[in-house]
């Protein structure tokens, strides 16, 4: 049985995983952070993102956000230093009150389904 014929992409991806640090000040930063990444997915350079939850929530659950632990964000970028600056310029990251900087992770990664269909 042979791979099927992988899509080739012109452009790079990382993904990056970011736990929120304890009693982190989200509210007091999430005007920054909308007002810093808007132009970001605009512009195709955040591809995907968003909170983490705890293993008890759901994203179905009523209120999903009122407890998020952390957030994720796939990355258009030419480097994996190029996609560290977008992440460190965040002001979840910049104030050190939301993101733990000490634990964020980001990695290369090959996008097997291009295109994210939400119901």
């Known amino acids: 049985m042979s791979l099927?014929?992988?899509p080739k992409f012109k452009h790079n991806y990382?993904?990056?995983?970011?736990r929120d640090v304890?009693?982190?000040q989200r509210m007091k930063h999430v005007s920054s952070h909308i007002q810093a990444t808007t132009p970001l997915i605009e512009s195709g350079v955040i591809v995907l993102g968003g909170a983490m939850l705890p293993p008890t929530m759901k994203t179905s659950d009523a209120d999903p956000l009122k407890r998020p632990t952390g957030s994720f964000l796939f990355v258009r970028a030419d480097s994996?230093?190029?996609a560290w600056d977008i992440?460190?310029?965040d002001p979840f990251y910049t104030s050190g009150e939301v993101w733990d900087r000490e634990s964020v992770t980001g990695a290369?990664?090959?996008m097997i389904m291009p295109e994210v269909r939400f119901e």
């Open 80 to 82: 994996l230093e190029q």
């Open 108 to 110: 290369p990664v090959y």
């Open 22 to 24: 304890p009693n982190a």
């Open 4 to 6: 099927p014929t992988l």
């Open 87 to 89: 992440i460190k310029q």
């Open 14 to 18: 990382y993904l990056f995983n970011m």
